[in-house]
């Protein structure tokens, strides 16, 4: 943007010196051009003088050439023409006149004004032509004299390429004294409210815009923001109170009830044994569902902590959790993944999401091969998790995140929807992305996580996914 303010600015300042210099450069030209006229028909006006009575009485014709070649020996590449009043050359120095003289002879012959010089500027090369008309009452001839102006243009170019040189040293100068201080001083404002909406966005909730510095509009744009800021941060706090006040109000609740109804089970029999059952089937579901809503709101509402994490490692620490439990659904595991590999995210982002992955293998996938594979890769680091189960058709599939959204073919199998799309939300805020696929057969979970920061690779793959997170479809089988 700077250099954007700087076309702008350079522009216009160029355009004033040029205002000012134009002008300078067109006063120092005509008067050059005029002090060489006004010489030249000083010259013109002597010979007009010299020739008249030459002319009358049709004598002296070698002193008046004599006198022509003294006079151009002295001014080279000058010449000087007289006609007779019929147009003949009369007399010429040193040689014969051009197109230009003669087009003055006939203006002079016809009592014409013929002195008005054109400025000489560089790249005019055209000889300075003057003429006089000889005879005061009634002409008789005329004088033209052709004079070249390479000193005048010379020291014109001279002229014009000093002010040009000033011009681009006053621009230079007030680039580095005025232009490049205004645009910092306007842009400052900008850079540190875009910097401060970076950080809020990353999840700095202390984040707030400078309101000192920069022009009145961009004072009050950072007024703004700081209280939106304020008010962003007073709505997170309000459902973060609300979080904790449900968990209580809800969990407490919940577990008295079931209490209560474990306390009836001896007190009934027949029917109302089995309809007692399903009653606590139906609350270990519905404080399931509200630990799956805490977990979730808490997801939304909490800003995940990034720090530098082995993946592997962690990785490793899940699966020896849930061996047990992927060898009693009958999964065989296969995991392939190198010696280290670091990432920068939430830890229990990650662990959570792998838990999920791994708990719908278990669920949806019983008996077929599990396969983890985690790769290194320039600029992420990926987890993918594929199972070999029945998985989801192409319609499903695109379906996938929805909360509370399960495949009709699952509606028997114990869940809530929710696992994945608290899984999204954790993930997106740490910075990754999670994609799903038909792997054909089965499903492929794909986790992109960000490099360490001491990584050197390019970061560029990662954080276009990550932007991409909350557009695109994540998986929520369960």
């Given amino acids: 943007m700077r250099r954007r303010l700087l076309l702008v600015l350079l522009p216009l300042l160029t355009a004033l010196l040029a205002a000012l210099e134009v002008p300078l450069a067109q006063t120092y030209g005509d008067r050059l051009t005029q002090d060489l006229f006004l010489k030249r028909s000083t010259d013109v006006e002597r010979f007009a003088a010299l020739a008249d009575p030459i002319l009358r009485s049709d004598s002296g014709h070698n002193t008046l050439q004599a006198e022509l ?157 700081n209280q939106m800021a304020d008010n962003l941060v007073a709505a997170l706090e309000r459902q973060r109170a609300f979080v904790d006040d449900a968990s209580h109000e809800l969990r407490n609740p919940l577990a008295t009830l079931r209490l209560r109804m474990e306390a009836l089970a001896g007190k009934v029999d027949g029917s109302g044994e089995r309809d007692l059952r399903l009653a606590l089937d139906e609350s270990d579901r519905l404080a399931h569902t509200v630990k799956r809503l805490l977990e979730l709101a808490r997801a939304e509402a909490t800003a995940a902590e990034q720090i530098d994490v082995d993946i592997v490692t962690l990785t490793t620490a899940r699966l020896d959790a849930w061996r047990p439990a992927l060898e009693a659904a009958g999964n065989e595991l296969r995991f392939d993944a190198p010696t280290h590999a670091a990432a920068r995210c939430s830890s229990q982002a990650v662990e959570y999401a792998l838990d999920v992955v791994l708990d719908n293998a278990c669920t949806f996938a019983r008996g077929a091969p599990v396969d983890l594979t985690i790769t290194a890769r320039a600029g992420c680091v990926e987890v993918v998790v594929r199972d070999h189960g029945p998985g989801l058709t192409a319609v499903e599939v695109a379906r996938v995140g929805e909360r509370f959204w399960r495949s009709p073919r699952h509606r028997a199998v114990a869940g809530t929807g929710l696992g994945l799309a608290t899984a999204r939300a954790l993930l997106k805020d740490s910075g990754a992305a999670m994609h799903v696929a038909s792997a054909a057969p089965g499903l492929q979970i794909r986790l992109r996580l960000a490099p360490s920061s001491g990584a050197l690779a390019d970061t560029s793959a990662w954080r276009q996914d990550a932007d991409q997170a909350g557009t695109s479809r994540s998986p929520s089988a369960g």
């Fill in 69 to 225: 070649r003294t006079y151009t020996g002295l001014l080279p590449g000058v010449t000087v023409t007289v006609f007779d009043n019929d147009g003949g050359v009369w007399v010429t120095s040193p040689g014969r006149p051009s197109a230009g003289a003669l087009a003055a002879r006939d203006d002079s012959l016809a009592e014409l004004d013929v002195n008005s010089p054109k400025t000489a500027w560089p790249w005019r090369k055209t000889p300075m032509i003057v003429g006089e008309t000889i005879g005061k009452r009634v002409p008789i001839g005329a004088v033209v004299l052709e004079a070249p102006t390479a000193s005048v243009r010379e020291r014109v170019g001279r002229r014009i390429a000093v002010l040009a040189g000033g011009g681009v040293a006053v621009l230079l100068m007030t680039s580095a004294l005025c232009a490049l201080p205004l645009s910092r001083w306007l842009l400052r404002p900008v850079h540190d409210l875009n910097a401060a909406a970076g950080r809020l966005a990353a999840g700095d909730l202390g984040a707030r815009a400078s309101e000192r510095g920069g022009p009145p509009e961009l004072r009050g744009l950072a007024r703004v923001f």
